[in-house]
């Protein structure tokens, strides 16, 4: 799912609908692709308070993206996260 939604990894739908169907935790598997790029990384020079902003907002959106992952494995113990690939 990309970005533009309500979460930047929609992980509670997935486990949510698994578990309507009657699985436990122990028995749903996911593999989880971040599409996008590590902006972590990225080196850019900062020029001006405008480019810093963005710099900023680019930073903060990778993080919160790496914790809405931490966030559900913490939410939902027991979980098998089988793959987590992101871009290096």
């Known amino acids: 799912m990309d970005g533009g939604t309500d979460y930047n990894t929609n992980i509670v739908s997935a486990v949510e609908k698994c578990k309507k169907q009657g699985f436990k935790n122990e028995d749903i598997i996911l593999d989880v692709l971040v599409c996008g790029y590590n902006s972590k990384n ?3 020079d900062i020029s001006n308070a405008f480019d810093n902003h963005l710099r ?3 930073i903060k959106q990778y993080y919160q993206g790496e914790e809405d992952v931490l966030e559900m494995m913490h939410a939902y113990p027991g979980l098998n ?7 290096s």
């Open 81 to 87: 996260f089988r793959y987590y690939v992101k871009p």
């Open 42 to 44: 990225k080196t850019k």
């Open 56 to 58: 900023f907002k680019d």
